[in-house]
């Protein structure tokens, strides 16, 4: 790829960080290459406030309500675990690691929020960092923060190779050293396994950097869910625009089903929804979990019965691609035409496929469109969940209500080895984990 820029009177970078390359060049004649090496990640701004969403997606697709980044409902507890983060922040380490890992949907990534938000008004700066192995990208530049350090955060740390994992922390280990800023880097995951263990020992070893872990329990026995659901009930019936919703019931929340703030938040949405429908909602997580998927699938099948601007994919191959999407995680465009194909997933076209399912969920990563297709919009069942620069909806597991998973969950998976096939290059996404045991988590499009 070639770029030309106009001539100037001079080229200067001043006062800034800049990750990746900056080439700048003059007044050249003659055959030019010039190679640069670039980090498989991507620096970008980590910005804590709400993105809006508006009524009529809402409706037709409520469980983008749970996203993390429209902070529907505020944020709220987590009182020993913020205390213990600003005191993270304020410890004398100029470059210092910290883990949080828990189950999905125990708010990782809205207490990775609020932590930002406390630190951005504090004066310092605040980045997210996505794996991007794939992309190319221009180097990002950022000016010195007036007072303060930088707090980065990684979500889903657990899905980066670990070399790409210790590339980006000795990098901003680099930039610390050069610059005196201080740096804290954030990151968040299911599990702290082997790679943990391997990356904090590393790390220690070999630049003295402190790393520690800290689990995100789940609720509080001594916690009133009642109350949780009542403040979720009101924020997400204001989102949809549902009146007169205080008498809704409230379900028995005592279970250990509901020991993650999300499977509350989920149960309070339900409620709403079907209040709004004139429906009796259902009180058992998974049927929740059926019930935000039949609004999933009803959607689908308006976009596809609908007479203009009708998308040629049907309910049922979308739900299939959902599913290989959630698998998988985020791939390239090509990737994912390798695996709509190995899996027999292709009418109306492989093409189409995507082009519909990028409609239905349009990943959030700012790379370029044709260069990345991410899993897709509410995933937090009993399937791994998607990464944070795409969201993803939940797998489709099983028939709407009950019976046997359809013959393509059991199929799949033997087609997606956990080593990639060959043709495609190693670090190429196109591999599944098993899901892992425990109760099931919400199918929503939250990130945690």
């Known amino acids: 790829m070639s770029w030309r820029s106009p001539a100037r009177a001079g080229q200067a970078v001043t006062a800034s960080m800049v990750f990746g390359p900056v080439i700048q060049i003059r007044d050249v004649g003659g055959n030019v290459t010039v190679v640069a090496d670039r980090p498989p990640y991507q620096v970008g701004d980590f910005t804590p406030g709400a993105v809006p969403l508006s009524v009529d997606t809402a409706r037709r697709q409520p469980s983008r309500l749970l996203l ?98 210790h590339r980006l922390i000795t990098d901003l280990n680099t930039v610390s050293l050069r610059t005196g800023l201080a740096l804290r880097v954030l990151l968040l995951a299911r599990s702290a396994g082997f790679w ?92 929740l979990s059926v019930y935000l998927l039949n609004r999933e699938r009803a959607h689908w099948h308006h976009l596809h019965a609908r007479t203009e601007a009708r998308r040629p994919t049907s309910p049922e191959v979308m739900g299939r691609a959902v599913y290989l999407a959630t698998l998988t995680g985020p791939v390239s465009r090509d990737d994912a035409t390798t695996i709509l194909t190995r899996t027999q997933v292709a009418e109306p076209g492989v093409a189409t496929i ?18 990345r297709c991410g899993p897709t919009g509410s995933a937090k069942t009993s399937s791994p969940s998607p990464r944070p620069d795409t969201h993803t909806p939940a797998p489709t597991t099983g028939n709407p209500t009950t019976g046997p998973p359809p013959p393509h969950t059991t199929s799949s998976p033997v087609n997606l080895p956990l080593n990639p096939p060959p043709g495609l290059p190693v670090r190429s996404p196109f591999w599944w984990k098993p899901p892992t045991a425990g109760p099931t988590s919400p199918p929503t499009c939250c990130t945690h």
């Open 354 to 371: 995507i082009d519909d399912h990028r409609f239905c969920y349009p990943p959030t990563t700012p790379a370029p469109s044709s260069r």
């Open 68 to 165: 993390a980044r429209h902070q529907v409902v505020p944020f709220t507890g987590r009182d020993t675990e913020l205390d213990a983060l600003s005191t993270w922040l304020s410890d004398p380490e100029l470059v210092s690691v910290r883990l949080v890992h828990g189950a999905g949907g125990q708010g990782k990534t809205r207490l990775a929020r609020h932590v930002a938000a406390q630190a951005r008004a504090a004066g310092w700066l605040t980045w997210r960092v996505l794996h991007t192995p794939e992309q190319q990208f221009a180097g990002s530049p950022w000016e010195s923060p007036g007072g303060g350090g930088a707090l980065v955060v990684v979500d889903y740390a657990d899905r980066w190779p670990a070399s790409d994992l």
């Open 196 to 287: 943990w263990a391997a990356l904090r020992d590393r790390l220690d070893s070999e630049h003295a950097i402190t790393a520690d872990a800290h689990h995100l329990p789940p609720l509080d026995e001594d916690i009133d869910r009642t109350v949780l659901f009542d403040h979720a009930r009101e924020r997400f019936a204001t989102a949809l625009e549902v009146p007169d919703t205080a008498g809704i019931t409230v379900p028995d929340l005592t279970g250990a089903g509901f020991r993650q703030i999300l499977a509350v938040h989920m149960a309070a949405l339900v409620a709403v929804d079907a209040h709004h429908h004139d429906r009796t909602p259902p009180a058992q997580p998974h049927a």
